[in-house]
């Protein structure tokens, strides 16, 4: 939306509900103790029936939202089918598109009059609070200047950093390692592995600004469970990295509205069940919009294998892209390339001739060839060097790491003088 927003030169307005599930209208029956404070001495056996949500009650959130979205259908706006969140406003050469994250909204459209009108129709039924042009939305900080918003989350991560007690902790460079230790020191806090869940969970909302970080995080995920020393060590590591890198984010820049994605797996990856791991990022001009770390289900017999379940993956994501895009007003006529640096996955997805070597990927093969005859998208191949969703797979050296961050738009925030990071690996 944001991309889309600067490419069009709109303003983004954000909205605030107060006391939102205060809002919903219950559709079932549903009975409530009296609260403490307000038993009725008279009748202190009888209960309460309800007859709008209240905070607590499982079903407020859904009823929330329907009533939100009623009213919203009502002065005119409809909901994307791509995604239930977007709700899109379409008369004569009126374009408005509102995003709503449970009371958190998004506005924004090509006319400012119509946009107002709107904000005053929902002041009507809800109580309000117009924020302005946006710069902070879900924790996330957005700064903007004339071709650009840049998005970080600086408080959080500082937050994650006290929580695990490293404020004052030495940065490194890199957040991971081609190679463990033989021994692990260890540590009396992330040792803990309650706090190693709790931090690893907020580490996983804080990828939404730092894809740089998004293999470290996928890596740790998969030992919530039991972490042991070699995960604690990773860990701190990402931790330390974070340290030296609080100010970094994602710019959203003004550019062409043309999507291109990358895509690479790691064939046999996890050393213990030889699963592959499979990386992919898109791009809508120079502004990264979506990417994906994801441990593949099953062992892949080749890396070709690997590859092509990257691939499909990847191709069912740009499909939902472009069908977002196709919701903002953005027409895609072209088709998507997709850089891929394995040339045997490029030759059997173009390849009509289906061998028997490869009937284990038939759905796969199938899928991806479709879509390239329908011109959604088009192979290309990348050298490994630069392949940008490499980053996405696998731990690498320092100067890889830092040359492949600045290819996936990962920078310091411009307004921010950083330091020098400590070059170790």
Known sequence: MLTVALHQNWKVHQLDVANAFLHGQLTETVYMHQPIGF?????????????????????????????????????????????????????????????????????????????????????????????????????????????????????YTKSILQLAQLSECKPLANPTCTKLPPD?????????????????GSLQYLVLTRPDIAFSVNLLSQHMQDPLPQHIYMLKRLLRYLKGTIDFGIPITKSNMCLH??????????????????????????????????????????S?????????????????????????????????????????????????VFHARTKHIEIDHRFIRDHIHKNTIRLLPISTIDQTADILTKSMSTSRFQDLRTKLTVINNPSVCGGILEQQD
Request: proline share 4%.
């Open 39 to 155: 038993i009725d001495t008279n009748l202190p056996d009888h209960v309460c029936l309800l007859q709008k949500a209240i905070y607590g009650l499982k079903q407020a959130p859904r009823q929330w939202f329907n009533t939100f979205t009623s009213h919203l259908e009502s002065i005119g706006f409809t909901s994307s089918t791509s995604d239930p969140s977007l709700f899109i406003f379409h008369k004569n050469h009126i374009q408005l598109f509102l995003l709503i994250y449970v009371d958190d909204i998004l506005l924004t459209g090509n006319d400012s009059e119509a946009i107002t009108q709107v904000v005053q129709l929902l002041h009507t039924k809800f109580t309000m609070k117009h924020l302005g042009e946006v710069h902070s939305f879900l924790g996330i900080q957005i700064s903007h200047t004339n071709n650009e918003y840049f998005l970080s989350q600086p408080s």
């Open 184 to 200: 692990f020191a260890p540590d009396p806090v992330l040792s803990d592995p309650h706090l190693y869940r709790r931090i690893t």
């Open 261 to 302: 994605s990358f895509s690479d797996a790691d064939w046999a990856g996890d050393p213990i069940s030889r699963k592959s791991t499979s990386g992919y990022c898109s791009f809508l001009g120079n502004t990264i919009i979506s990417w994906t770390v994801k441990k593949q289900t099953t062992v892949a017999r080749s």
């Open 304 to 352: 070709t294998e690997s590859e092509y379940r990257a691939l499909a993956a990847l191709t069912a994501d740009i499909i939902w892209l472009r069908r977002i895009l196709s919701d903002f007003g953005i027409s895609l006529t072209s088709p998507t390339d997709i850089y891929c640096d394995n040339t045997s996955a490029i030759a059997i997805a173009n390849n009509p």
